[in-house]
């Protein structure tokens, strides 16, 4: 039994939500999103909720049904909230600029990186080492954040790199020399 999936929706204010023909449209404040939902689940759309349902009950349309939910639900709280990621970068001359729709890091290579950014995906720099990216597809965001990431991944012996605000990088003890 899928708990998370049994859970119903609840839809904020001013957001619309159309389902036709297996597609989801979900549009808020923020902008809009669809996605084609699997065929195995269906939608029960009210006022102010929505509902998964299953046609089938096995296995695999549990986990359908949760992972529906789940996406569901981060359609809506996008187009009504958005979502942020925020990732640091650790190092002596790393740093990060923003130049127009792109980025450009400097991570102690020969060259500078520039990193466009996807369409949907805003990104601000702080203090040339904080970068926080805002955007309404969470999917999107977390991709994107990943790909930043894996430039310079946070190494264990320094933790020089690019890790996310909420990472904790597990230190190694070094080599000692003994006499």
């Known amino acids: 039994m899928s708990r998370v999936g049994k859970k119903p929706i609840p839809v904020p204010d001013k957001t619309t939500i159309s389902y ?14 669809t996605h084609i939902v699997h065929p195995e689940v269906d939608l029960k759309i009210e006022k102010d909720q929505i509902d998964v349902t299953i046609t089938t009950e096995d296995r695999k349309t549990r986990a359908l049904q949760g992972m529906t939910r789940s996406i569901v639900a981060n359609l809506v709280a996008g187009v009504s909230n958005g979502f942020e990621r925020v990732l640091e970068i ?83 003890a070094g080599k000692t020399g003994t006499k």
């Open 20 to 33: 036709k023909e297996r597609m989801l449209t979900v549009q808020g404040k923020n902008g809009s999103l």
């Open 90 to 172: 650790n190092g002596i001359g790393y740093r990060a600029e923003a130049k127009g729709k792109s980025l450009v890091f400097n991570l102690g290579y020969s060259h500078p990186i520039d990193f466009p950014l996807p369409e949907g995906v805003s990104a601000t720099v702080e203090k040339n080492n904080v970068v926080k990216l805002a955007g309404i597809d969470k999917h999107l965001l977390g991709q994107t954040a990943a790909r930043i990431r894996q430039l310079r991944p946070p190494e264990p012996y320094k933790g020089k790199g690019i890790k996310y605000a909420e990472e904790h990088i597990q230190r190694k």
